[in-house]
Every structure is written in C-alpha cells, then in structure tokens.
C-alpha cells in the first residue's frame, strides 16, 4: 500500500521500536499490506452468499412446515426470517461504520474546532465483540471474557461439517457409519483451516467460486419448481405439491388460500425455534464484518454492496420456498421422512434413486463452502479476541504470519525484482487462531460422538443459533438502542451510516431475538419435530446451555481478571495501539488501520505505567490506561 510522506514515517518508526533489542512489543500488520488483496464488492457478496447459502436452505424448510403444520404459517415465518435478516444487518451497519473511534495523529489538520483532534471512525476485525466492548465497557474484560469464551468454543461449523459426512455417505449410498461420518467432519474442517493457511488469496477465489456455484444451484432449483408447476414434465410426468388434510385425506394445491393456513400449529415452542433455524439460515449477513480492516473502500461502498447481497438471498430463498412447495406435498407421512426438502423435491421431480442421491451430493459441496467462509471470517476475530490478552499464550494466537504460498513466491520471483510500492508486501494468515479455530472445532465432534450423527448436528447448530445468532443479537440490538437513548443527538450525528427509520431496525431484531430465547424455554407440543421423540433431546437442554454459556463466561472473567491477580499479587496490563494511515496515500484518503502493536505484561499493583503511554484515546473518550487497556483491579 502506497502511504503518505507522514503516515511511512510513523510506520517506520512503530516497527524500529518494536524491533528494537529487548522490546516485548507484538507488530501484527493488516493482512491486507497491500491494497491489491483488500477484498471487494464481489468478494464482499460472496462471504454472504457462501455463510447463507449453507445447509439451512436446503433443510429447514421441511422443519418448519413439520412445525408450523401449515404452507401459509410456514412462509410467513421465512418472510419473518427475511426481515430478521435485513434488520439485523442494518444494526450492524450502523454500528460497524461508526465504531470503534480514533484520532488522527498530531500531525494531521483535521481539526473539529480549534485545538481538538476529532474521533473518526476505523473499520476493524471482529465485527460484534468491537460493539459489545464499546457498549458494555465496564468492568474491563468482562465483556471480551463472556463474548471471547462463548465464540472460541462455538465460533465453529462443526455441526454443519457433520452434516457434510452424512451427505457424503447418503451420495456415496453408503450405510451410515459415525466413525466415518466424523472422519469426514474432521477432515472438512481440516482442509478449510489448510487452505486459508497455505494461500490467502486462494481461500478467497474457492469462497467465491463456491457462492457463485450454489447461487445458480439455487436457481436452478427455482426454475425446476416454477415449470413443474406450469405443467412441465422431467420424464416421469407432471408433479404438483398439494396439502394433503390429514383428518379427511382431501387434497387441494399447496397454494390455496382457502386451506394453506388450516391445521396451523398453535405451539408457540415451535414457532420460537423454527424462527431460530430461519434465523441461522439468513444470520451470515455478519460475516464481512469479522474481516471489515480487510475490505476495500467501507465507508463508501461497503453498506451498498452488503444490503445488495442479502437482498439478493431474501429473494432467492422465498423463491426456493415456493418452488419447493409447488413439487413436495404437505403431507405428514411424507415430511416425517428422514429426507430433508431438497431431497424430496428432487426425488418428486425426476422419481428415480439417482436424483437424491446427486441432491446430496450438492448439498455436501454447499456445506463445505459455508465451513470455508466460516474459517475465514472467524479466525480473524479469534485473532482480535487473543489480542486481549484474556487467553492462554495469547501473543501466540494473536500473530499473523507469511503463508506457505507467500514464501515460496518470495524463492522464486524475489520481492527486491519487484517494481513499484508492492515490493514490501508479502501475503499473511493468521495460522495460529486458524489453529485454534481447528482444535475447538474438532473437541466439539469429539465431546458429540456418543451421540447419533443426525442428532449431534441438529444439537450443535441450534446451541451454535441460540448462542451466537440469538443471544448476541440480542444484546447487540438492545445495547445500540441503548446508545441511542443514552446519547441521542450526539450519537446520531457522528455515526457512520444511519439506517432508514432510525431505532425500527435495533427493535425488530431486538424483540424477535427475545422471542426466540424465551420461547425456546416452553415444552413443544406432541408431533413436533422438535419433541423428544423426535429429536431425542430435552426441549430445555439447548436454551439452558446456551444460557449457561453465558455463566461460563463470566466465571473465566472472575478467574481470570479478579481472582488470578489476586493470587499473583500483580496486575495485567494489556496495551494495544493500532497505527491509522491514509488509504491509497492520498491527503484526502480514508482512514484506516494499517497495522497494530500489541503488548502483554503483569505489573505489579501500585507500579505506575510507563509515563509516555498514561492515557490513551480510544472509543471517542478518554481513559486511564488501567480502564482503557486492562488493568485488573
């Protein structure tokens, strides 16, 4: 990246002082040094498409219509999913472009008013631990320690990587076996960590290759539903889904008005949690907001590009909805087969034993690439997350270093031979929280293998829901309504986008999150596919580990924070300082964090700071360096 006079400079000289003799600072560069590796509009779209477009499209549909009982209720709850999906995007819009807040350096004249610096907001990594620390910021750590904890155990896909082995074997048209259904999870998750440590850049061209492929499979979906529907014929003759009355077997389309909502389940247990795998299925709107330091030109395009891509897969998904129900019929003895809807909807169409099996095999590649976008985007935060200090070998899960790929093109075409202000960069990863993404994933299959296959998927990726979509959502989505009430004008007038109804977005998202949590609480009525014969877990195991997961992380916090400093008699002191450049080197350029210099160590109590580093500004406010960089009291 091409950098201002100034802004080299003091890059120069953060990395003289962090590789001077004796230093114990950490330098961590973005991992996109250059700008020809940030990631843009399309990529941007992709990292959606491939989270959303995972194996909740292809599953859920018959789940809900199991649950709700009816066509009508069914699709009214997706299109609840789609506004769930747009609300909770415009909310991490507003608060992933407006914080966290830095000043420019001294040198600069970007001034408010004379003699103040003003704050400005930086795009960084982690997405919703950056809004969670900035609204809930005291007592320090508290925060880091209950988001870090719960996101490091279940800020995975190893659910969804079991599903990939029971797809594998159902295209395989093998007899399932556990031992190789997890087999296949482990080496799924293996190949996805390998393949963003080996080569960035070739990470990102598979993720965009596998969103663009299961786009069109999407599509193609839509197009079979749609012809069936106006009669067409796939060589075994025409097929039309029809809602089938099961007290007098009368049977009338899908689509009549006057029968797609009779027989509507009345349990609000099962509405609470069909709106849970709804909302996983649209809940990748977060992805590029764990990479946001990584993207291309945020503040200008960024909000444009996002709004674009989910709208995009709202209308897709309806349209999959519909074109599901225009081939499989509403009938119970049918939906209460093992076969997921996309499966039906192929074996209705071409009624043959080849069809489902080519289903799952799509369904298995599907999968693999929400685990590729996934590791992508969730080791980043990892990374930020050890930048705390709150774990265990922290410097170490904190670093970034040179791929596999980056070293051998240095052997082969040197950097010195290369002309222009690239010659410096060299393409980096963060392989040590990639390994910790790995270890935790592959315990959770490990802690899950007493377990069928079928049931240890649907318990990880309702805990996964509860946890990091419902749970999060809803302390995110009630902590930016606080800051609007808490701050009003003076937070409205500085944020970085303003969404359209200004607090509507923040409320919707914030009341179906609370209904989801607390619905999930009330015993499903009988015949649910949520009831114990059905599942074969306790309707209350899922919402009380989840909410568990939160004492969990409290607990670490006390540990950590209160009582280990106690014992040692020392205080942690956690110094972070990003440096912020202008982007393209230009003087009107935006800002953005160009690289970081993290520093751990344990004082002891009364022992004053270093004098030069007595406060920093940070968040738009000033702090003592024991609140603003963690010293534990």
Known sequence: MPLAEDDQQRVDQATKDANAPGSTKQLIRDPTYSDSEKLGPFTVVCLILNRMIGSGIFVSPKIVLRATGSVGASLLLWTLGAIAGVAGLLVWLELGLSIPKFQPPESTNELRREGERPFISIPRNGGEKNYLEYIYKS??????????????????????????????????????????????????????????????????????????????????????????????????????????????????????????????????????????????????????????????????????????????????????????????????????????????FFKDVFQNEVAPRVMSAIIALSIFGNIVVTTFTASRVKQEIAKEGILPFSHFFATSTATPYAWIKERIWPSSHQPGPERSAAEES????LLLHWIFSVLLIGFTAANNPTVAYTVLVALYSYTLVIIVGFFTAAGLLYLRLRKGREWSANVGFSPWGGPTAAIVYCLICAFAMIGSFLPPSAGSPFAYDKTHVQWYIVPTVGLGTLVLGYIYYFGFAILLPRLKNKVLVVEREPLIVRQFGKRDGDWVLFLETVEFWWAARGQPPPEADSTVNLNGEDHELGNLLGIAH
Not at 430 to 433: E, K, M, R, Y
Request: with cysteine; glycine share 6%; aromatic share 10%.
């Open 139 to 344: 007592p320090r750590f508290r925060t880091t320690c209950m988001y870090g904890i719960i996101f490091i155990i279940l800020g995975n896909r190893a659910g969804n990587a079991i599903a990939l082995g029971i797809y594998v074997m159902q295209a395989a048209d093998r007899a399932p076996s556990p031992s190789e259904i997890r087999a296949l999870a482990v080496a799924a998750l293996t190949a996805a960590c390998a393949i963003h440590w080996l080569w960035r850049k070739g990470g990102i061209i598979l993720n965009n290759l596998l969103a663009v492929l299961k786009a069109c499979i999407l599509l193609a979906i839509i197009a079979i539903g749609f012809s069936a529907s106006a009669g067409a014929s796939f060589g075994h003759g025409k097929v039309h889904g029809n809602t089938i009355d099961p007290e007098t077997s009368r049977s009338t389309s899908n689509f009549d008005i006057h029968t797609s909502f009779a027989h509507s389940s009345t349990s609000a247990a099962s509405y609470a949690n069909s709106i849970i795998f709804i909302i996983y299925s649209y809940g990748g709107f977060d992805q590029p907001f764990y990479v946001l330091s990584e993207v291309a030109r945020p503040k200008k395009v960024f909000a444009k590009t996002t709004l674009a891509a989910v709208f995009l897969v709202t209308v897709l998904f309806t349209l999959v909805n519909v074109a599901y129900l225009c081939v499989v019929s509403n009938d119970q003895k049918i939906l209460e087969s093992d076969l997921d809807m996309a499966t039906l």
């Open 430 to 433: 963060p392989a040590a929280a």
